[in-house]
Nanobody, 120 residues
């Protein structure tokens, strides 16, 4: 059983920055594809960024150039650096632990979520 614990969310002004962290335990972190998703009120959960075991990354078009996903296998932790935040980035952000398949990312475990609010 894998447990994921997110931290780093909060309230920030537009243009500000936050760094989210997700610490994993109970699985083989270095082999996992890790992701960050978000869900705003009334909207579906969407992929924000993902990073494979080999370090390949992909991002939602809406965050390219502003967000950076990274991982530290020694600490079993994945990060999401968020810069130039906009009000539309407001959402609950979820960390995921999964694997990359031919059909795309298959997520096996989820964190509890951390709230990010971007507001003046």
């Amino acid at each position: 059983q894998v447990q994921l614990v997110e931290s780093g969310g909060g309230l920030v002004q537009p243009g500000g920055s936050l760094r989210l962290s997700c610490a994993a335990s109970g699985g083989i972190f270095r082999l996992a594809t890790m992701g960050w998703y978000r869900q705003a009120p009334g909207k579906q959960r969407e992929l924000v960024a993902a990073i494979t075991s080999g370090g390949n990354t992909n991002y939602a078009d809406s965050v390219k150039g502003r967000f950076t996903i990274s991982r530290d296998n020694a600490k079993n932790t994945v990060y999401l650096q968020m810069n130039s935040l906009k009000p539309e980035d407001t959402a609950v952000y979820y960390c995921s632990f999964g694997r990359t398949t031919i059909g795309g990312i298959k997520n096996d475990y989820w964190g509890q979520g951390t709230q990010v609010t971007v507001s003046p």
